[in-house]
Nanobody, 125 residues
């Protein structure tokens, strides 16, 4: 079972940017849909972006569409989440996960990987 390590979080002011990284100890992520999720204080886990296992198709939640970009590296060992124009409501712990398909992962929240520790993103002035 894949176990991810998320990194790249931090504290930024509104309007700032961060790039999160997601890797599984160098294991290939080829063949997996990969998704980013977040959990804000006193809220449930929310799927925010996924990338397909077989194409460059992507999914974004309405709350991040136009501001966040998901991508994979060419070696297919790391998935990134570029976050721009960050807002206070983006404050959360961010996690990544793998799934069989983008639909199962981001729409049904069915993952095939173990949840990691996540990385904290704090947006405040």
């Amino acid at each position: 079972q894949l176990q991810f390590v998320e990194s790249g979080g931090g504290s930024v002011q509104p309007g700032g940017s961060l790039r999160l990284s997601c890797a599984a100890a160098g294991r290939s992520l080829d063949g997996y849909a990969i998704g980013w999720f977040r959990r804000a204080p006193e809220k449930g886990r929310e799927s925010i972006s996924c990338i397909s296992s077989v194409s460059d198709d992507t999914y974004y939640a309405d709350s991040v569409k136009g501001r966040f970009t998901i991508s994979r590296d060419s070696a297919k060992t790391t998935v990134y989440l570029e976050m721009n124009n960050l807002k206070p409501e983006d404050t959360a712990v961010y996690y990544c996960a793998a799934g069989a398909t983008m639909y199962r992962l981001c729409e049904l929240n069915i993952s095939t990987s173990a949840w990691g520790q996540g990385t904290q993103v704090t947006v405040s002035s």
